[in-house]
């Protein structure tokens, strides 16, 4: 395995999803033919309740078209705003393992509680191929990742770091876009404060890859930034921003929120790995809709 730290500098590639504002990456290590996939998205038509794979189709693609070697589907946090396409993937290449934080314990037993599972839920992360714990690496190729728990958007929120870029998830949007909620069950505003301190403690050109971008005030969709650009711009943590400042901005903002209109059919699926609940009897398969739960 290569140690010279010169040759981490992983290839990025993003994949906007218009439909959930979700950005998708295939990360590659400049040295070999193996990639990884961070935080896919399978299309989903809730009017319908129809499932369909064009998102994860032009990650596959891609992937073929580059003759890349798939050893990751990694889940920086469990999404509530999009359907995870990982099993997807992992079947139609017949390779990678999906990987999210150790922490998806809690979300599944607060969310195993909300939509009533019965005993057959697994709430031990069993569905997923590996749980990381703060700290932990992993390789892509030879490119090593250092996984750091971020928590406050979800319990189990991971930052991944890969040389001189890491993967943000929902922690940090783009300067102009702030930060993300803190009010879904789990979440802790402090927290999220804090965490973010550990993602703006690393270097300052570190390349930053956020999860999600709404185009504020009009400007094209961008997914990269710098740990430098969020010190001195992000308007909910830059400008040495403290604590309490933070935490009462951000309580104040979430109540004024909505619900993501995917929120219910993505934590029962998220939570399974991208999965949907077993079939019944006859072989059909439904999700469940909580009432004032949410």
């Not at 139609?92 to 599972?117: H, Y």
């Not at 971008?213 to 997914?223: F, K, L, S």
Request: proline residues 4%.
């Amino acid at each position: 395995m290569a140690t010279d730290t010169t040759i981490q500098n992983p290839q990025v590639q993003g994949f906007f999803d218009k439909r959930s504002n979700t950005v998708s990456y295939i990360v590659k290590d400049p040295q070999s033919s193996s990639c990884a996939v961070i935080d896919s998205v399978l299309d989903f038509d809730y009017s319908a309740g129809r499932m369909s794979y064009e998102s994860a189709d032009e990650l596959i693609a891609h992937i073929k078209e580059h003759s890349l070697t798939l050893e990751w589907l990694i889940e920086t946090h469990v999404h509530a705003d999009h359907l995870s396409a990982a099993p997807y993937i992992q079947k139609q290449l017949g390779c990678g393992q999906i990987g999210i934080g150790k922490q998806i314990i809690e979300v599944q037993d607060v969310f195993g509680k909300v939509f009533n599972e019965g005993t057959e839920f697994e709430r031990d992360g069993s569905q997923f191929d590996r749980l990381f714990n703060d700290e932990d690496t992993y390789n892509i190729g030879n490119l090593k990742v250092r996984v750091m728990h971020t928590p406050g958007h979800t319990p189990a929120c991971m930052t991944h770091v890969i040389g001189d870029a890491a993967f943000v998830g929902d922690t940090l949007f783009m300067p102009d876009g702030g930060t993300a909620r803190a009010d879904f069950p789990g979440g802790d505003a402090r927290a999220l404060y804090y965490s973010i301190q550990k993602v703006l403690a690393l270097p300052d050109d570190t390349r930053l890859f956020i999860c999600h971008d709404y185009g504020p005030n009009g400007r094209d969709i961008a997914w990269e930034t710098t740990v430098a650009e969020e010190k001195q711009h992000n308007i909910h943590v830059g400008f040495g921003k403290s604590v309490d400042e933070f935490v009462t901005l951000r309580e104040e903002r979430d109540k004024t929120l909505s619900m993501p209109s995917l929120i219910i059919p993505a934590l029962q699926v998220n939570m399974r790995a991208g999965k949907l609940p077993e079939a019944d009897e006859d072989g059909k398969q439904y999700l469940k809709v909580p009432v004032n739960l949410l």
